[in-house]
C-alpha cells in the first residue's frame, strides 16, 4: 500500500472511465470517479507489491549483514525497487555508478532489486559512526516503471509558481493524468476550456447529420478532441484541411445551431500540482514538449476496470445480491484482468508490502 508521505498517482484518467460508463462531465460526478481512480490505483499497488511510476528520493538502508541476511558486496533493496541510481553514500564516501557498484538483475531490468559492489573495484560497504543502522544512502530514481508517451506542447510559457499550464492538444490528456515537462512532474487536477483559436466558417445546422464542420484552420483542432461550440460539445473524429468530422451532441450536450463566426473551445487548460515524484518546479517556455506517465497497458486497463466496478457499484447503493447473471460475469472478468496482471507485473520478493 502506499505509505504516509507518499505520493497518490493515479494509472487512468477520470475520462478514462466516464467515457466507458458513457457519463457526461459534471462536477458531482468527476470528484466521485477522481476519487474511485486513486483508490483504485492504489489498491493494484497493494496487489501486485510495485508501484508504476519513478519517484526521485534517497532512501537509507542497513549494513547488509545486519538484517538482510546477505553476501557482504550486496544489498537487496526489497520494496524500495530502482529504476536509476546517481550515486550511493556510504560510510561518509560516496560511489559512483558502474566505477563502484553495478545494479541488478542487469538483463531483466529496471527496475533492479538489488546493489551490488563491484569487487574489483576496492570500494565496500561501510558502517556509519558506531552504527550500522542506515549505513548505506542510495539517490536515485525509485520505482516500477518509468515509461512515458508524447501527448502535447506547452501552448504558452510557464513560470515557476503558476498552478495552470495550457496545452496545444487536449485529446490525449486526461484528469489524473501525471505529466512530465522538461525534468518536472505535473498532475492534471482538472481540466477547463480554453479558445482553440478556431472559428466556424459555415453555419452549423441542428441536425445529427451536420457532422462535417468548416474551420478557419483545420491544423488548430485534433481527432479525438472534444470541443466546446456554443453550448454544444462535439467529438472531433477526423481533420481534412480545414474541414472537421464530429460526432454532434456528446457527453449529454443538447444540439443546436451555430452561426459561422463561432469560437471553438477544447479543455486546454490545465490546473496542475507542481513539482510531483520528488521533481521541482521549474520555468518552462512555449513550444516545450509535453509526456505522460504511461504505465504498462494492462495496469491502465485494470485501473479502469477497477474504477467502472466501484462506480457501478455506487450507483446501486452496493446491493448484497449475488443472483444477477450480469453482475456475476462482471467480476468473473475483473478477476481475470487482476490474475493477468498478478502474472505478469506482480513484484516477486521477501518484502511483499510497497
Known amino acids: 500500500m502506499t505509505g504516509a508521505g507518499d505520493p497518490r498517482v493515479a494509472y487512468c484518467t477520470v475520462e478514462d472511465v466516464a467515457s466507458a460508463l458513457d457519463l457526461a462531465p459534471g462536477a458531482r460526478r468527476w470528484r466521485q470517479i477522481a476519487r474511485t481512480v486513486l483508490a483504485s490505483s492504489t489498491d493494484i499497488e497493494g496487489l501486485l507489491n510495485r508501484r508504476f511510476y519513478p519517484y526521485t528520493d534517497v532512501r537509507y538502508f542497513d549494513w547488509p549483514l545486519n538484517g538482510q541476511h546477505a553476501v557482504p558486496w550486496r544489498v537487496w533493496l526489497d520494496q524500495h525497487e530502482v529504476l536509476s541510481v546517481d550515486r550511493i553514500v556510504t560510510g561518509g564516501v560516496t560511489l559512483q555508478p558502474g566505477t563502484h557498484f553495478i545494479l541488478r538483475p542487469e538483463n531483466t531490468g529496471p527496475p533492479f532489486s538489488h546493489v551490488e559492489i563491484r569487487l574489483d573495484s576496492g570500494a565496500m560497504w561501510a558502517t556509519g559512526a558506531n552504527t550500522w543502522q542506515q549505513a548505506i544512502a542510495v539517490h536515485g530514481v525509485f520505482g516500477g516503471c518509468g515509461d512515458t508517451e508524447p501527448v502535447a506542447e506547452l501552448a504558452a510559457p510557464v513560470d515557476t509558481t503558476t498552478g495552470a499550464v495550457t496545452v496545444t492538444d487536449s485529446s490525449t490528456v486526461g484528469t489524473l493524468d501525471t505529466l512530465l515537462v522538461g525534468d518536472e512532474w505535473m498532475t492534471v487536477n482538472r481540466r477547463s476550456m480554453t479558445g482553440t483559436g478556431a472559428t466556424l466558417t459555415a453555419d452549423a445546422t441542428a441536425s445529427p447529420g451536420g457532422t462535417v464542420l468548416a474551420l478557419s484552420d483545420g491544423a488548430l ?23 472537421a468530422v464530429v460526432k454532434r451532441a456528446v457527453d449529454g450536450s443538447v444540439l443546436a445551431a451555430h452561426p459561422a463566426g463561432t469560437a471553438v473551445y477544447a479543455p486546454r487548460a490545465l490546473a496542475v500540482t507542481r513539482g510531483v515524484l520528488g521533481s521541482t518546479a521549474a520555468g518552462h517556455q512555449q513550444g516545450d514538449a509535453a509526456a505522460r506517465l504511461a504505465p504498462p497497458e494492462a495496469i491502465r486497463t485494470l485501473a479502469i476496470a477497477e474504477s467502472i466496478h466501484v462506480v457501478q457499484q455506487d450507483s446501486i447503493g452496493w446491493s448484497t445480491s449475488k443472483g444477477e447473471e450480469g453482475r456475476v460475469t462482471q467480476f468473473r472478468d475483473l478477476n481475470d484482468l487482476r490474475n493477468a496482471a498478478y502474472t505478469r507485473w506482480a513484484r516477486q520478493s521477501r518484502i511483499r508490502a510497497v
Open 221 to 243: 483542432v485534433h481527432p479525438d478532441e472534444v470541443l466546446l461550440i456554443g453550448g454544444e460539445r462535439v467529438q472531433v473524429l477526423d481533420v481534412a484541411g480545414d474541414t
